[in-house]
């Protein structure tokens, strides 16, 4: 018998959870870019703002896309996105709530999302576009702790 379930946490003790994700998006040499305040501006707008806030309301709204996900109260969510080199833009997510489970997946969501964002709001420019190395940066709380060297 194959029995699916969440995750019972009502005997955990609330706690400050924090997460951090990042990934890179890497872009066409070929790929003439529009700038304005730091950002590229695109057919569908501005591609970095429109990213950040996509992530930011698709990690508070996890829950309802995966199932086993707890609805946890966020308390701060951020997102960078920047030109890390030439043709590569860095994306990372920050999540932190007080609660009885981890971030850890809400914040992997949130650089994910963006990356998709991005790649949507580019794809007319060039098809060679690239999500890469996304990956969990640090988690605070709870049981371990983790954080890349």
Not at 65 to 80: A, G, M, R, Y
Not at 89 to 113: N, S
Request: aromatic content about 12%.
């Amino acid at each position: 018998m194959n029995k699916s379930f969440i995750i019972d946490v009502h005997k955990k003790k609330h706690s400050l959870r924090i997460a951090k994700a990042s990934g890179f998006l890497s872009l066409s040499k070929d790929i003439n870019y529009i700038f304005s305040n730091g950002d590229i501006i695109s057919k569908k707008g501005p591609v970095f703002k429109t990213s950040s806030l996509i992530a930011i309301l698709s990690v508070k709204n996890l829950f309802s896309i995966l199932p086993f996900c707890h609805q946890i109260f966020i308390k701060s969510c951020s997102v960078d996105i920047f030109f890390y080199s030439f043709n590569n833009i860095k994306i990372t997510c920050e999540v932190l709530a007080d609660c009885e489970t981890g971030v850890e997946i809400e914040a992997l969501f949130g650089v994910l999302i963006a990356s998709i964002n991005i790649y949507d709001m580019l794809k007319y420019i060039s098809s060679e576009l690239t999500i890469n190395y996304v990956k969990l940066e640090k988690k605070i709380g709870g049981k371990s702790e983790y954080k890349i060297k």
